[in-house]
């Protein structure tokens, strides 16, 4: 399958003298973590059977710097922003899509003041503008009438107020959305922010993911649906812990209706 | 002799708004202690903010219990101290209900505050039962013993004897229970009383009207050493919130300086400062103390009424973590109260007293328990920000100490070298596109 994946570089649209539609900025979780990478994929199919001209920065891109700032370190953080945004910018991008809610609220709200100012949309959003003007179409499939739950991503949710665009979609796979406890503006975070994930966490009498976890296996999803790689590694690694792996899967949104389609 | 109860109350009166305005000035003192921020922009977006959340109390019903008592007592509060108006002018001028003149209309305004004290009353006992009784746990957190504890059932004892003393002076006031107009509640305490002569109601009455005032006065001054000045300062709090996604933090300026001066290549990094610059101190980063943080962070310190939804909500708390968002907040103040009290001992300058913020009040373990996600910030009914906080020591512990936990030292080295967070190489970075 991997080798009809089409993905372009900025670089390869620059030498042709043309401009793709979107900048699909990867994330280095999409890039490198072995569970992240499968979601890039499946975005990257979607991406590809609805013909939408995009590109990616391949080895241009580079960390946005939010572990970096989120854990102190303001020099890094910036350091990176400014590398990152030279690049942008000499490939006049104009539009970004990506997948980690991380990068989104970074490019989108920290970017700007250092000189970068893009459209940006969690790869959520960019599934559901292509739905709504038609250029994709999305079929339950397998999962029509399965029991799925939404984990909100901090940095999608109440950092940027989106908790609607992977709702919708969840409902266009005609599976019966389940809501957590606390979901929304009141999600529990899986406790992967703010650094965590580089770190063991202080000490207490629980890991947050596990808690996370729990609240998620009270509705009794089929699927916990995430829209964060590392909300789905913190997901994936409480689901573990419960011994619940053979009963409930993590899956990503995009995923989701990659895999509807089969693709 | 018989203008002594008007000088007496005059007296009251001023030395109360004296020294009301004296702790005032210090509060300003010491949240000007804060750094300079910018928050001029979007003045309609802040006005409205301040009318939806403080006036409205719109993020306080979120939680519907707590927030309709909570309603009940801020709607009785601002409402009856219309009534406070008429006393203060009835005790200077020697007068007895001086609004009465208005006819009918005052049967109405007496009738209603009557009915908003015994709410109040009620509400009081009940915000009571839920801390005390039935041991509501985000009332019952670490940080919340002695002083924080103790002040939160002396504001709700206050409420109760204040309304109680409307109540009875209003019972035992003859002329008005003959009136028959606006005694709504008061008819059914005024049996407790009968058999006692015009004589002793009068004393009862008099008795009730001056504590009554003198508590209020009280209470007043109280405000500045308590939770509960919140009353007062949810109002510029919640106009001075962050108005950006919650999930943006500011960028440092200093050190955009510092990455824009590195990465141009036309600057010479060894030319001598520009003129006037040589005195400048180099800009400390981050904050390890209260003088580092913003005045709007310090005012969000004074602001907090240790409600406790930011910790209930803290997925690092639930989990036991030892962070609480309210105790950074309430460490803040105490801090910062620290500081202003050791200014007051040395005229107004502040003397080294070997203590910070850091260290000394919040802990690294605390500090780094944070995930960044938000839920504090979401859930204070006032828009405070206590990941700000957490996020600017965050920054003194880096930038200044290189004090980073190991684990997070190698995250960043490895972001400096390769551009990801593990030790992947950049050039490695499309091979996903053929595995």
Redesign the interface.
Same mark, same amino acid.
């Given at each position: 399958m991997s080798e009809l994946l089409k993905v372009p570089t900025m670089a390869e649209f620059m030498a042709q003298g043309k401009q793709p539609e979107v900048l699909f900025w990867v994330g280095c979780a999409g890039s490198f973590d072995d569970r992240a990478k499968k979601i890039t994929k499946a975005f990257v199919k979607l991406l590809n059977k609805a013909n939408i001209e995009f590109a990616v920065l391949g080895t241009e891109e580079s960390c946005t710097g939010d572990p970096a700032k989120r854990a102190g370190n303001e020099f890094l953080f910036q350091m990176q922003a400014v590398t990152n945004i030279e690049v942008l910018n000499a490939y006049e991008v104009k539009k970004i899509v990506t997948a980690c809610p991380h990068c989104f609220n970074t490019i989108k709200n920290e970017y700007p003041e250092l000189g970068g100012n893009y459209e940006v949309m969690h790869h959520t959003q960019f599934l559901k503008a292509l739905l709504d003007d038609g250029r994709l179409t999305i079929e339950g499939g397998k999962f029509k009438g399965k029991r799925i739950t939404f984990h909100d991503p901090c940095y999608l949710g109440r950092a940027n107020n989106v908790y609607e665009a992977p709702r919708d979609l969840i409902q266009k796979l005609e599976a019966e959305l389940v809501e957590m406890k606390n979901c929304r503006r009141n999600g529990l975070c899986c406790g992967a922010g703010g650094a965590q994930m580089f770190k063991d966490a202080e000490k207490g009498d629980k890991e947050v993911n596990v808690e996370r976890t729990e609240q998620a296996l009270e509705v009794k999803p089929e699927i916990i649906a995430a829209g964060c790689p590392f909300c789905n590694t913190m997901m994936t690694d409480g689901v573990k812990a419960k011994e619940k792996e053979a009963d409930v899967a993590v899956m990503d949104i995009a995923e989701l209706i990659a895999n509807a389609q089969d693709l | 002799m018989h203008y002594l109860p008007n000088i007496l109350f005059a007296i009251a009166l001023i030395a109360s708004i004296g020294f009301f305005v004296k702790n005032v000035k210090k509060l300003t003192r010491n949240i000007k202690l804060g750094k300079e921020v910018d928050v001029s922009d979007n003045k309609s977006q802040r006005w409205k903010n301040m009318a939806m959340i403080a006036l409205g109390q719109s993020k306080m019903v979120r939680r519907p219990i707590a927030g309709f008592l909570h309603v009940v007592v801020y709607v009785g509060f601002i409402i009856i101290n219309i009534e406070v108006l008429e006393i203060v002018i009835d005790g200077v001028l020697g007068t007895h209900r001086i609004f009465s003149s208005i006819g009918s209309l005052y049967g109405v305004l007496i009738g209603s505050f009557e009915i908003l004290a015994i709410l109040v009353f009620v509400s009081v006992i009940l915000f009571w039962i839920r801390r005390n009784m039935i041991k509501l746990k985000r009332f019952w957190k670490s940080e919340m013993t002695s002083w924080p504890k103790n002040d939160a059932n002396y504001i709700l004892y206050f409420e109760m004897v204040l309304m109680t003393l409307f109540l009875v002076m209003n019972a035992t006031d003859v002329h008005f229970q003959d009136l028959n107009s606006g005694n709504v509640i008061s008819q059914f305490i005024a049996p407790w009383f009968s058999g006692l002569s015009n004589s002793t109601l009068h004393f009862i009455e008099r008795g009730a009207w001056w504590m009554h005032i003198i508590g209020i006065l009280v209470f007043l001054n109280y405000l500045y050493y308590s939770k509960h000045l919140h009353i007062l300062l949810a109002f510029p709090n919640t106009y001075y919130g962050k108005l !950006?996604?919650?999930?943006?933090?500011d960028?440092?300026e200093a050190?955009?300086k *510092?990455?824009?001066m590195?990465?141009d290549p036309n600057i010479d990094p060894f030319a001598a400062p520009a003129a006037g610059a040589e005195g400048e101190v180099p800009a400390k980063?981050?904050a390890s103390d209260v003088q580092d943080l913003s005045w709007v962070q310090l005012l969000n310190a004074y602001t907090c009424t240790e409600c406790g939804r930011c910790t209930s *909500?803290c997925?690092?708390n639930?989990?036991?973590?030892?962070?609480s968002p309210r105790k950074i907040m309430m460490d803040t103040r105490d801090r910062l109260e620290e500081v202003g009290k050791n200014m007051d001992a040395h005229k107004g300058t502040f003397k080294d007293d070997g203590k910070q913020l850091l260290d000394n009040y919040i802990t690294r373990?605390e500090l780094?328990?944070?995930?960044?996600?938000?839920?504090c910030?979401?859930a204070c009914p006032v828009s405070i920000d206590p990941l700000s906080i957490i #996020?600017d020591? !965050? !920054?003194?512990?880096?930038?200044e100490q290189s004090a980073?936990?190991a684990? #997070?030292n190698?995250?960043?080295t490895n972001? *400096?070298n390769n551009?990801?967070?593990?030790p992947?190489n950049?050039?490695?970075?499309?091979?996903?596109?053929?595995?």
């Amino acid at each position: 399958m991997s080798e009809l994946l089409k993905v372009p570089t900025m670089a390869e649209f620059m030498a042709q003298g043309k401009q793709p539609e979107v900048l699909f900025w990867v994330g280095c979780a999409g890039s490198f973590d072995d569970r992240a990478k499968k979601i890039t994929k499946a975005f990257v199919k979607l991406l590809n059977k609805a013909n939408i001209e995009f590109a990616v920065l391949g080895t241009e891109e580079s960390c946005t710097g939010d572990p970096a700032k989120r854990a102190g370190n303001e020099f890094l953080f910036q350091m990176q922003a400014v590398t990152n945004i030279e690049v942008l910018n000499a490939y006049e991008v104009k539009k970004i899509v990506t997948a980690c809610p991380h990068c989104f609220n970074t490019i989108k709200n920290e970017y700007p003041e250092l000189g970068g100012n893009y459209e940006v949309m969690h790869h959520t959003q960019f599934l559901k503008a292509l739905l709504d003007d038609g250029r994709l179409t999305i079929e339950g499939g397998k999962f029509k009438g399965k029991r799925i739950t939404f984990h909100d991503p901090c940095y999608l949710g109440r950092a940027n107020n989106v908790y609607e665009a992977p709702r919708d979609l969840i409902q266009k796979l005609e599976a019966e959305l389940v809501e957590m406890k606390n979901c929304r503006r009141n999600g529990l975070c899986c406790g992967a922010g703010g650094a965590q994930m580089f770190k063991d966490a202080e000490k207490g009498d629980k890991e947050v993911n596990v808690e996370r976890t729990e609240q998620a296996l009270e509705v009794k999803p089929e699927i916990i649906a995430a829209g964060c790689p590392f909300c789905n590694t913190m997901m994936t690694d409480g689901v573990k812990a419960k011994e619940k792996e053979a009963d409930v899967a993590v899956m990503d949104i995009a995923e989701l209706i990659a895999n509807a389609q089969d693709l | 002799m018989h203008y002594l109860p008007n000088i007496l109350f005059a007296i009251a009166l001023i030395a109360s708004i004296g020294f009301f305005v004296k702790n005032v000035k210090k509060l300003t003192r010491n949240i000007k202690l804060g750094k300079e921020v910018d928050v001029s922009d979007n003045k309609s977006q802040r006005w409205k903010n301040m009318a939806m959340i403080a006036l409205g109390q719109s993020k306080m019903v979120r939680r519907p219990i707590a927030g309709f008592l909570h309603v009940v007592v801020y709607v009785g509060f601002i409402i009856i101290n219309i009534e406070v108006l008429e006393i203060v002018i009835d005790g200077v001028l020697g007068t007895h209900r001086i609004f009465s003149s208005i006819g009918s209309l005052y049967g109405v305004l007496i009738g209603s505050f009557e009915i908003l004290a015994i709410l109040v009353f009620v509400s009081v006992i009940l915000f009571w039962i839920r801390r005390n009784m039935i041991k509501l746990k985000r009332f019952w957190k670490s940080e919340m013993t002695s002083w924080p504890k103790n002040d939160a059932n002396y504001i709700l004892y206050f409420e109760m004897v204040l309304m109680t003393l409307f109540l009875v002076m209003n019972a035992t006031d003859v002329h008005f229970q003959d009136l028959n107009s606006g005694n709504v509640i008061s008819q059914f305490i005024a049996p407790w009383f009968s058999g006692l002569s015009n004589s002793t109601l009068h004393f009862i009455e008099r008795g009730a009207w001056w504590m009554h005032i003198i508590g209020i006065l009280v209470f007043l001054n109280y405000l500045y050493y308590s939770k509960h000045l919140h009353i007062l300062l949810a109002f510029p709090n919640t106009y001075y919130g962050k108005l !950006r996604p919650k999930g943006q933090l500011d960028n440092l300026e200093a050190v955009t300086k *510092e990455v824009k001066m590195m990465m141009d290549p036309n600057i010479d990094p060894f030319a001598a400062p520009a003129a006037g610059a040589e005195g400048e101190v180099p800009a400390k980063f981050g904050a390890s103390d209260v003088q580092d943080l913003s005045w709007v962070q310090l005012l969000n310190a004074y602001t907090c009424t240790e409600c406790g939804r930011c910790t209930s *909500e803290c997925p690092a708390n639930q989990t036991g973590k030892k962070l609480s968002p309210r105790k950074i907040m309430m460490d803040t103040r105490d801090r910062l109260e620290e500081v202003g009290k050791n200014m007051d001992a040395h005229k107004g300058t502040f003397k080294d007293d070997g203590k910070q913020l850091l260290d000394n009040y919040i802990t690294r373990e605390e500090l780094w328990a944070c995930t960044s996600c938000n839920a504090c910030v979401e859930a204070c009914p006032v828009s405070i920000d206590p990941l700000s906080i957490i #996020l600017d020591m !965050r !920054r003194y512990l880096v930038m200044e100490q290189s004090a980073a936990p190991a684990e #997070l030292n190698n995250m960043m080295t490895n972001i *400096e070298n390769n551009g990801a967070p593990w030790p992947y190489n950049q050039m490695d970075r499309l091979n996903w596109k053929n595995d």
